[in-house]
């Protein structure tokens, strides 16, 4: 099975367009450009081995909002949930959104199960009798790329329906931050609901591979059992300490990407890509040109992420005022192409 494609491959982007790494403004992700500050790390983070009462627990409950009664196992980057957790059941029908983080289909195909891609239209009604079609539903709160969001208490509602057959409602709420009202933390703990969590996109610690599960006592105890001891470095969860203690950077880092995003889908309209989707962290925008634009913009050094099955793309936040000029006027050269949808 080819495995999907993701944003962030700056150096096949040097390799096909020619263009010097140094030169390019990646924003073919949704990490944040300002990312929590790291400091040095003690040496002995790097020396000995991770422990697991070192408290990471008990702080990532508190980030979820969580019961103290949920179970939280904390992961290599949400990622590596996504891949363990299809290894956990046996084989089953699986309901993933498309478009969606594709990783997850992938994942549970991968191990054997059949999978069912779910658009919007289908979910989004009143008659939750889709689900009775599957065992496991895997949801994308808010999703990465559209943007879509699904309240709470329809969450709930689908957990528990799901749950009635032994089902499981995995939701994944790596852009989650910054949408404290979205959010199924505090419902974590009870069997049959998982809810993943990433310190890699608002916290733009990406590279470190951090995130969490939260979820029932009995399926976190297989999980920890599948993954195994140690997966989270040491400095990963040194790094994960800090950052969810730093409450005042994350207030004012939720305030700076409100603003940022929604800069950034002016600029988008203002430039003839208007009617963008999303979160704090990229825009999404669907135009049937979308290839054309992707590789107009490529010319020009700027990378972003290219959706060709439903043509759209997903462009990340500028960092610098820099950055931002050289979008505005990146966007404008490809403008002329773009008047006709
Ligand atoms: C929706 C979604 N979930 C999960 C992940 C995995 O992130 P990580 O493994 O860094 O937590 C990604 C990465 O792009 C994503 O977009």
């Keep these: 099975m080819t495995p999907p494609e993701h944003g962030g491959r700056l150096n096949a982007a040097v390799t096909c367009w020619g263009i010097p790494r140094e030169q390019w403004l990646d924003l073919s ?37 969580a019961p103290a009664d949920a179970a939280c196992v904390p992961v290599a980057g949400s990622q590596e949930a996504i891949m363990a957790l299809p290894r956990l059941r046996p084989s089953c029908r699986v309901g993933v959104p498309s478009p969606g983080y594709r990783e997850h289909g ?3 195909s ?27 539903l895997v949801w994308i709160n808010p999703n990465n790329p ?19 057959r032994g089902g499981w409602l995995i939701v994944d709420e790596a852009f989650v931050d910054g949408y404290p009202k979205l959010s199924l933390g505090f419902a974590t703990g009870r069997e049959g609901l998982v809810v993943l969590r990433s310190l890699g996109k608002f916290f733009g610690l990406a590279g470190v591979r951090a995130g969490a599960v939260l979820t029932g006592p009995a399926l976190a105890e297989r999980l920890r059992y599948a993954i195994g001891p140690w997966t989270v470095s040491g400095p990963a969860r040194y790094v994960m300490r800090q950052a969810l203690a730093d409450k005042r950077w994350q207030a004012a880092t939720a305030e700076r990407l409100a603003v940022d995003s929604q800069r950034l889908g002016c600029l988008l309209a203002a430039h003839g890509l208007d009617g963008s989707s999303g979160t704090l962290l990229f825009r999404y ?28 793309v997903r462009l990340g936040l500028p960092g610098s005022e820099a950055e931002w000029e050289r979008l505005a006027r990146a966007l404008a050269a490809c403008g002329m192409s773009l008047t006709n949808r």
């Excluded at 991770?50 to 409950?61: A, F, K, M, S, T």
């Design 29 to 65: 992700t949704g990490i944040n450009p300002h990312g929590w500050p790291v400091p040095d790390l003690p040496t002995e983070v790097w020396q000995r081995l991770p422990e697991p009462d070192d408290g990471l627990e008990i702080q990532v409950r508190q980030w979820a909002g």
């Design 110 to 136: 991968c191990a054997g199960h059949h999978v069912v891609s779910l658009d919007w239209p289908q979910v989004s009604g009143e008659d939750d009798s889709w689900l009775d079609d599957l065992d496991v």
């Design 285 to 312: 925008v669907q135009h049937l040109r979308s290839a054309e634009l992707a590789d107009g913009l490529a010319t020009q050094g700027i990378l972003v992420r290219r959706f060709d099955q439903s043509p759209a």
């Design 146 to 164: 559209t943007g879509q969001t699904v309240d709470p208490e329809r969450l709930l509602r689908w957990h528990q329906r799901l749950q009635r």
């Design 106 to 108: 992938h994942s549970w």
